[in-house]
């Protein structure tokens, strides 16, 4: 078995050192889901590499620790927006916010920490705004209001920034939002049927319904299930909307390459979600 890495020897310690075992061990499968998404581990390491950050060793490992801490209460509250939460976790949330804020602060002390775990309250009105689009069936709302979905990146990213070249800033800002846009996107391709079934009227499912030729998710009624399974799965849709986010991933990549040797571990996370879309591109070409 492979050695821990520091961050995850750190995140276990913080967890042991203040839950009880049960309660640490739910924290611990909590926190470590993002480690098989996109949005994952090593990105507070890759960011500050790529934005030659002042952040020595130690600073980026709390950083780090906070860093997953985030993305776990991150996948909770979106778990609490969906109805898939239990009272247990809901008491989770604050309790990792907690640990969360001690972290960061000590890491890179006050104010500059408070951009980082100032996340909550962007997700959050994301969130609302999301759900009163689902009960209206309203066009989807723009992509500003997805990214709220990635707030603990774009927060932890600023906090990061700090200090650094603004042009570069800027410019790995921009890669990173369009990175941060086609992961959901590619996230939400995964989920459509278990969102559309739902009554979660997402970007995705917006584009699916209209592309199967309907004027808007107004007109679509259950009985159209199955037509909409065709047009997605045999109709090419699904497939159509891989190639595009392939293709976006890719100009990511030529970006980040065109910064230079500092943001190759970025390259490495991208990569890593276009491999996932270059297999479901095989996958799917080969059944229609």
Not at 141 to 153: D, E, F, K
Not at 261 to 271: G, K, P, Q
């Amino acid at each position: 078995m492979a050695p821990a890495s520091p961050v995850s020897t750190g995140l276990a310690d913080a967890l042991a050192a203040n839950f009880g075992s049960n309660l640490a061990a739910r924290a611990w499968q909590v926190c470590c889901r993002n480690r098989t998404r996109p949005i994952g581990q090593g990105h507070v390491q890759a960011l500050s590499k790529a934005l030659e950050a002042d952040l020595d060793q130690d600073m980026q490992s709390k950083l780090a620790l906070g860093y997953e801490l985030a993305l776990g209460q991150a996948f909770l509250i979106d778990d609490l927006n969906d109805g898939q939460t239990s009272t247990a976790d809901v008491k989770l949330i604050s309790a990792l916010k907690e640990i969360e804020v001690a972290s960061v602060v000590d890491a890179i002390g006050w104010p500059r920490g408070r951009v980082a775990f100032s996340w909550s309250g962007t997700q959050a009105a994301a969130l609302c705004a999301e759900e009163e689009s689902y009960l209206q069936k309203r066009r989807p709302l723009p992509s500003g209001n997805i990214l709220g979905r990635s707030a603990p990146v774009l927060s932890y990213y600023q906090a990061i920034a700090y200090g650094s070249s603004q042009e570069r800033v800027q410019t790995l800002k921009k890669l990173i939002t369009q990175y941060l846009l086609v992961a959901q996107w590619c996230d939400d391709l995964y989920d459509w049927e278990d969102d559309l079934l739902a009554g979660r009227f997402t970007p995705v499912v917006h584009e699916f319904v209209t592309s199967a030729g309907f004027e808007s998710c107004v007109d679509y009624e259950e009985s159209h299930y199955p037509s909409l399974l065709r047009a997605v799965y045999l109709g090419g849709l699904l497939l159509r909307e891989l190639r595009r986010c392939h293709a976006r991933l890719s100009d990511v990549v030529a970006g980040l390459c065109d910064i230079g040797s500092a943001a190759e571990d970025l390259v490495v996370i991208v990569l890593n979600l276009k491999s996932i879309v270059e297999s479901n591109i095989a996958k799917l070409g080969s059944m229609i």
